[in-house]
Each structure stands twice: as C-alpha cells, then as structure tokens.
C-alpha cells in the first residue's frame, strides 16, 4: 500500500488526493483537450466506434469486432477521470490523461 495513510475522525485510511489538478483526457496526435463531447464524439467516430443508444441517460459507444462498450454521463460535467482512463485503455497511444 503505497503513500501516506492517516488515522482521522477513527479511520485508517490514504490522505485524500490534492484537488488542486484538474484531470483531463487528451487526443494524443492532434494534443487536443477533449472540451466537449462534440469533440469526443468526432474522434471517436474517426476511430471506427459507433453511437451505441441502448440506454438514454448514457452516451455510449461501441466498435465493432470488440466487446468494448464506453459508457459515459450525459452530462459532460460529470465526466470524471475514471471516464477518461476508460477510453484510454480502450485506445491506447491514442488518448492520455494529463494533469492540468
């Protein structure tokens, strides 16, 4: 268990991680901040994944001849990290998280 562990409020646990950084998801040959979904989509649909409408509160995708699913919140606020690491390990060398 890697880092610092503190006893607080009588839980042991890791510190919380700095919220100072924002977290955000980078198309790696153009170096273009995904801002938007819009922007998200367009790369996406240049990858060869398709608009995947099964469920209406989710934005998903899919690329055929994988059982790769992106499933992701309407609401681009609610777009975390975790969202962001999940298309980068769908799309690797394509995609990267980077601190702000």
Do not use: C
Not at 16 to 22: I, T
């Amino acid at each position: 268990m890697a880092g610092v562990w503190v006893f607080k409020n009588g839980v042991f646990g890791p510190t919380p991680v700095s919220s100072d950084r924002r977290k955000v998801l980078v198309h790696i040959p153009s170096n273009d901040v995904i801002d938007s979904y819009a922007v998200l989509e367009r790369k996406l649909l240049a990858l060869g994944w398709e608009r995947y409408y099964e469920d209406p509160d989710l934005l998903q995708f899919h690329k055929r001849s994988t059982p790769h699913l992106i499933s992701l919140p309407k609401d681009f606020s609610k777009f975390k990290s975790m969202h962001m690491y999940d298309i980068v390990v769908k799309n690797r060398n394509v995609f990267e998280v980077r601190d702000m």
